[in-house]
């Protein structure tokens, strides 16, 4: 059974910088793509980043070019996600998710970290 646990998350002020892991068990992190996804309070759940399975090609939310970096180390079965930059908006419970396609899509997605909640005050 493969398990997701996202970590990382803490409270920080305007333009301090935060590194997020998704830890991965159960199944090699190498089978899968990996996304990130945020949901602040009274919105719906939006992109961040994504990394391919194969060859580590990125794609990034408008809310994440230029300040957060998506990494994988499939030797250690862990993905990341480094932000940088940060401001009050982006306060919200962060998650991975892995799957088989890397995509914007939360649908493509199947297995999911409890999230980790990143606060940035102002």
């Known amino acids: 059974q493969v398990q997701v646990v996202d970590s990382g998350g803490g409270s920080v002020q305007a333009g301090g910088s935060l590194r997020l892991s998704c830890a991965v068990s159960?199944?090699?992190?190498?089978?899968?793509?990996v996304g990130w996804f945020r949901q602040a309070p009274g919105k719906e759940r939006e992109f961040v980043a994504a990394i391919q399975w194969f060859g580590g090609d990125t794609i990034y939310g408008d809310s994440a070019t230029g300040r957060f970096t998506v990494s994988r180390d499939n030797a250690t079965n862990t993905a990341y996600l480094q932000m940088n930059s940060l401001k009050p908006e982006d306060t919200a419970v962060y998650y991975c998710?892995?799957?088989?396609?890397?995509?914007?899509?939360?649908?493509?997605?199947?297995?999911w970290g409890q999230g980790t909640q990143v606060t940035v005050s102002s």
């Open positions: 998710a892995l799957g088989a396609l890397q995509s914007t899509y939360e649908r493509f997605y199947k297995y």
């Open positions: 159960g199944r090699p992190l190498n089978y899968y793509s």
